[in-house]
């Protein structure tokens, strides 16, 4: 092959690649998940705020930076084109990743041409195999486009072994320099990534054990003289360059390693989390070996042994179709045979390597923690493509054509099938509202669309939910986070009638109570906007009280009282009419706020009964922040009439007869609202 049409194979399938990581990229996958949302909400902060230049991201159980900064160079660029920060720039920055790996291969694949043995080596087209394997492998494509930091890892992996080889093999020092400094961006990419510097202790292992120091060639022909040992200078030299890359990555990771010196709690936060191994005995769904299992079969076609999970895979199918199955399969029992060469016992090596972070954690094969593994799994699929390319088993060239016709087939055939599953079947699949946060994402963007002056709740998610919260922290004069509240516990509203409209974001598909309380309270209120999920059914609804409307439920029982610090009591609503043992009392208490409190209150409800003595003895109660903790004390407004619930459970035992409600307030200092012990005395309950 020459020059010029093996740089053309190699447009090719950089451009193939192009076109399936970007293709569609601003609606699949759709809407904005919370591990994205979260990372971009840190990209944000580094983008516009400069004091803030975080070692490592300590929300949501820890996450190392390098997709954080990438994105927020992403949304530099993007805005400073005039264009909008969001899901499709983060996932822009995910496509420039996986495409970069693709080029990478290239050069990963033609040095490992360089450490085979002449009756086992690997064809001039054997980099352009393991490419196109790359670019067309459902599993890369779809983490291409997901703003998520396992992505990194296939680049690191390939960028960092080929330049070890490189380097050891020319002794070049800049080779080496850029193998440390891949090492480093692994400890900072993903903790998945964590296992690549042992990786490359092995692999120099293997080149101490196995390799061979090939003649420097000034063409990219693998020399075809008999592999010679190595000269004592060479291999020193050799040792030397690799002590540059190790000196070279301890450098660059000692500002994280100081940062998990001081906090430690971090450093293994959520791998212990996630391990199937550990001092508790795991459920046999999730032993060791049940765990290998899965991810030994996750490359098909063994039924459907892949991943569940929607939001990475069509649940259940392989990681590879059988048109890249096949050959891979093929190249692992080669690889295995011809292990006494380097570049196999690499592919190998590399391949159990970056598996382990699956095999050790829960939810086996879980196809983003093992991500890396795909950049062993293309050069494996290469290795069983070039041998069918090489293959010559009868002199007739039309049997030999056909052979090498069939490698081009298999390509095809796998880049259209993959191609398929991704962008029409997995597409098409209902899950992925869900899976995608697909409701919240929209939510959030009429939310942050919402005149900025008006007054807005939202409920049962917390305005601070990464995937809402993005929408009005980036946008440029969105709506300020709304009230939020869990509406199966509490309701908050203006007591007055309110000057202008008050909007009320319900999340339907979780709070069952606000759509059938909301009517009671307010008749006249009427649905501006309505979220439908996958199936058309009503996700989310944005409610609106009309100005000029008042309260229309007073308490069952009125009650006025005054506790103290901005709060007091107009009264209490107790279900059902009929009590009896065993059953739950449901108290609803109407709170009016003069004042915003100062402090976080926790509520007690007591049920008393007395002895014969009259002192009154606790029987049953529940102790809470209002809403179950989902809008404490110091975040209500003056004004407000707020209508919280307690669920108080009755003892199963608990004998009929008339019973005292006592409600309070206190802190964990003692102090108490109303001052007294014993709290404010509602009434009498009766128990059949």
């Known amino acids: 092959m020459s020059s010029t049409a093996y740089k053309g194979w190699v447009a090719l399938i950089i451009a193939t690649a ?18 994205e949302a979260f990372e971009g909400l840190e990209a944000w902060r580094i983008f516009t705020d400069s004091a ?45 990743i996986g495409m970069l790996s693709i080029g990478a291969m290239v050069g990963l694949a033609r040095e490992l041409r360089y450490w085979t043995t002449p009756h086992l080596t690997l064809s001039p087209a054997f980099p352009l195999w393991a490419a196109a394997g790359l670019a067309v492998m459902r599993w890369h494509i779809h983490f291409s486009r997901m703003g998520i930091e396992p992505i990194f890892v296939p680049l690191i ?60 060639a000034a063409s990219d022909k693998v020399s075809d003289g008999p592999l010679t040992p190595y000269p004592i200078a060479s291999l020193r030299r050799s040792l030397l360059g690799a002590g540059v890359a190790a000196v070279v990555a301890l450098l660059l990771v000692l500002p994280l390693g100081w940062f998990f010196w001081q906090n430690s709690n971090l450093l293994l936060l959520r791998p212990t989390q996630l391990s199937i191994v550990g001092p508790t005995t795991s459920p046999a769904d999730t032993s060791l070996f049940n765990s290998v299992w899965a991810t030994a079969k996750m490359f098909g076609p063994w039924g459907l042994p892949g991943d569940l999970d929607p939001r990475r895979n069509v649940p259940g199918l392989p990681a590879l179709s059988v048109w890249l199955a096949l050959p891979f399969y093929g190249g692992l029992v080669l690889a295995l045979w011809r292990v006494r060469a380097p570049a196999y016992a690499i592919m190998l090596t590399g391949l159990i390597g970056l598996l382990l972070p699956g095999v050790f954690s829960e939810y086996a094969p879980h196809f983003h923690r093992i991500l890396g593994a795909s950049a062993p799994v293309a050069l494996l699929c290469g290795v069983g493509l070039d041998a069918l390319w090489q293959w010559r088993p009868v002199r007739a060239k039309m049997v030999n054509r056909a052979l090498q016709g069939g490698v081009l087939l298999l390509l095809v055939g796998g880049g259209i099938t993959e191609a398929h599953t991704y962008f029409v079947q997995w597409a098409n699949l209902p899950d992925l509202f869900y899976a995608f946060d697909v409701g919240l994402w929209q939510l959030g963007e009429e939310i942050a669309a919402q005149p900025s002056t008006m007054p807005l709740y939202l409920t049962p998610r917390a305005a601070d939910h990464a995937t809402l919260a993005f929408a009005w922290t980036t946008r440029p004069g969105a709506h300020p986070p709304p009230v939020a509240f869990d509406g199966r516990a509490i309701f908050p509203l203006t007591a007055a009638a ?78 059902p009419a009929t009590l009896r043992p065993g059953e739950i009392l449901y108290l609803q208490l109407h709170w009016d706020v003069t004042a915003v409190p100062t402090a976080d209150w926790t509520v007690f409800t007591h049920l008393l009964a007395q002895d014969g003595q009259g002192t009154p003895t606790l029987v049953a109660g529940q102790d809470s922040q209002p809403g179950a903790g989902s809008l404490p004390t110091t975040r209500w407004q003056a004004g407000w009439r707020v209508l919280d619930e307690y669920q108080i459970v009755l003892p199963a035992d608990l004998p009929a007869g008339v019973y005292g409600l006592a409600i309070g307030l206190y802190q964990p200092n ?19």
């Open 157 to 216: 992996w390939i960028t960092a072994t080929g330049c070890l080889l490189h380097g050891w093999r020319t002794g070049r020092w800049l080779s080496f320099v850029g193998s440390g400094l891949m090492l480093a961006l692994a400890m900072y990419a993903y903790q998945g990534a964590w296992i690549i510097p042992l990786l490359m202790v092995l692999t120099v292992l293997w080149l101490l054990m196995l390799g061979h120091n090939r003649p420097k």
């Open 52 to 96: 803030y230049r975080p070692i490592f991201l300590t929300g949501n159980f820890g996450v190392p930076p390098l997709n954080a900064y990438a994105n927020a160079l992403t949304f530099a660029l993007v805005t400073h084109l005039g264009g909008v920060v969001g899901p499709v720039a983060m996932r822009a920055t995910a496509a420039t």
């Open 498 to 575: 309110n000057p202008q409209a008050e909007r009320y974001a319900v999340i339907e598909h979780e709070d069952f109570r606000t759509r059938l309380l909301l009517p009671e309270v307010f008749p006249t209120a009427t649905i501006v906007t309505e979220i439908q999920d996958g199936q058309g059914a009503p996700y989310a609804h944005l409610y609106e009280r009309p100005p000029d409307t008042t309260n229309q439920r007073p308490p069952q029982h009125p009650l006025t009282a005054r506790l103290g610090d901005g709060i007091a009591l107009a009264g209490y609503d107790v279900q």
């Open 670 to 688: 003692g102090e108490h609202l109303p001052v007294q012990d014993g709290g404010l005395m509602l009434g009498q309950v009766q128990i059949e």
């Open 18 to 35: 192009i076109v399936l990581r970007l293709w569609g990229l601003g609606y699949l996958p759709p809407g904005f998940h919370f591990d």
